[in-house]
């Protein structure tokens, strides 16, 4: 199965279950029929649409950092170079420079890998604009309609990551 049929098909799925579970979650709290209706499209819609873009950003994430590893010793106490060279800074600046030392030494084989990184944006994304469109659409339960969009998204995120950094298996 090609790319682009795997995310058209992926958008279509994403589309009929948000679709179905925003009426069945707004259902349970309003009357309004039309208001029910106009938010299961409409996390039907934003749903197939983020699935689309999100697999875009996540392959583009994973191209850039599947394959690298950060790690924590980059972390660099600026804050203490801003601030005038008293007795104070000059000994809380060496505490931050040991402590960088010690972790470096530590951090050096103990890198986290960029795969576990490379979902993290993708996901920002997806979740900051389901919770931004149902507020502008006043969804009546936002949290449980936006909820599992945002669990299950992170899941395909993590899976479609480490299918794309996965090697084939050889023939035997």
Not at 17 to 31: D, K, M, P, R, T
Not at 41 to 55: A, D, E, K, R
Not at 88 to 106: E, W
Not at 132 to 153: A, E, K, Q, Y
């Amino acid at each position: 199965m090609s790319s682009r049929v795997r995310l058209i098909l992926s958008a279509g799925i994403s589309f009929c279950f948000y679709f179905a579970w925003s009426f069945w979650a707004n259902g349970l709290v309003s009357e309004d029929q039309s208001l029910v209706l106009r938010s299961a499209v409409v996390q039907g819609t934003l749903s197939g649409t983020i699935t689309i873009l999100f697999t875009f950003i996540l392959e583009k994430s994973v191209s850039k950092f599947g394959q690298s590893y950060l790690s924590l010793i980059f972390v660099v106490p600026i804050i203490c170079t801003v601030f005038s060279k008293t007795k104070q800074n000059i000994a809380i600046f060496r505490t931050f420079r040991n402590a960088l030392d010690r972790s470096a030494k530590y951090l050096s084989n103990n890198a986290i890998p960029g795969t576990l990184l490379a979902p993290l944006l993708p996901i920002a994304i997806q979740s900051s604009i389901a919770i931004g469109v149902n507020l502008i659409n006043h969804t009546p339960n936002l949290w449980l309609t936006v909820t599992p969009s945002i669990v299950i998204t992170a899941i395909y995120g993590y899976v479609y990551t480490f299918t794309l950094l996965s090697k084939p298996a050889e023939p035997a």
